[in-house]
């Protein structure tokens, strides 16, 4: 994982056996990031409310499959702080290509309103993805973290059903953070890979078997 922002999306850019970061019953690791306005925040800003704090690309076939969901529960719950934190493009090919620059990256963000009924607040990850890597480095995944700074819940995979226990009992500490993946129905995994381009649908099918093989070794399928 030498190369954050990589060209080509290989399986072995992701440990999909080993969910770094801060743990359920640990206290959050604050960090800075950069609104779609261009302004920088702290994470740290947003906790006079529990914070649900996502992750994804307009790349990546995962998060297409949930924002839906995830928007849903930000009407349903305005008592928290939704967050979308922009990281690394899952997928990137000619159209979308692999992000070189903090001004791409804020331009790729703010395609994400445009592409996707998007209603949270936006963070922008640095280039380097520092807030990326330090929550465990998933393209897909979700932190909720109370207003002491505990985090509360933790999935590897955004899955709805689990957050939403959650969030119905905020109070409750939520040890599990290994949940299966959910697949994305063809549509979607069409439609957002080639969002990336002709080139990210190629390297998704050629590497399917040995992403599919790791998702089973993690217990993830």
Request: proline share 6%.
């Amino acid at each position: 994982m030498s190369n954050y922002n990589y060209h080509s999306f290989k399986p072995s850019d992701y440990d999909f056996k080993n969910f770094k970061g801060p743990k359920a019953g640990e206290k959050y690791i604050d960090f800075k990031a950069t609104t779609l306005e261009g302004k920088q925040v702290a994470l740290s800003d947003y906790l006079n409310k529990p914070i649900v704090l996502d992750t994804g690309s307009i790349t990546c076939p995962m998060y297409a499959n949930t924002q839906k969901d995830m928007n849903a529960l930000k009407a349903a719950y305005p008592n928290f702080h939704f967050l979308l934190l922009y990281v690394r493009e899952a997928h990137p090919g000619a159209k979308t290509k692999p992000i070189k620059t903090m001004a791409e990256k804020l331009i790729h963000a703010k395609s994400t309103c445009e592409l996707y009924p998007e209603t949270r607040a936006i963070l922008v990850d640095s280039l380097d993805g520092h807030a990326h890597l330090l929550y465990g480095g998933m393209p897909n995944m979700t932190y909720v973290i109370g207003t002491d700074g505990i985090v509360k819940f933790r999935a590897n995979w955004t899955n709805i059903e689990a957050l939403k226990k959650v969030l119905n009992n905020i109070n409750k500490i939520e040890p599990k953070a290994y949940y299966p993946v959910v697949k994305p129905p063809l549509n979607i995994a069409l439609r957002t890979l080639l969002i990336g381009g002709v080139r990210a649908l190629f390297e998704f099918m050629v590497n399917l078997p040995k992403l599919l093989k790791q998702h089973k070794d993690a217990g993830s399928m």
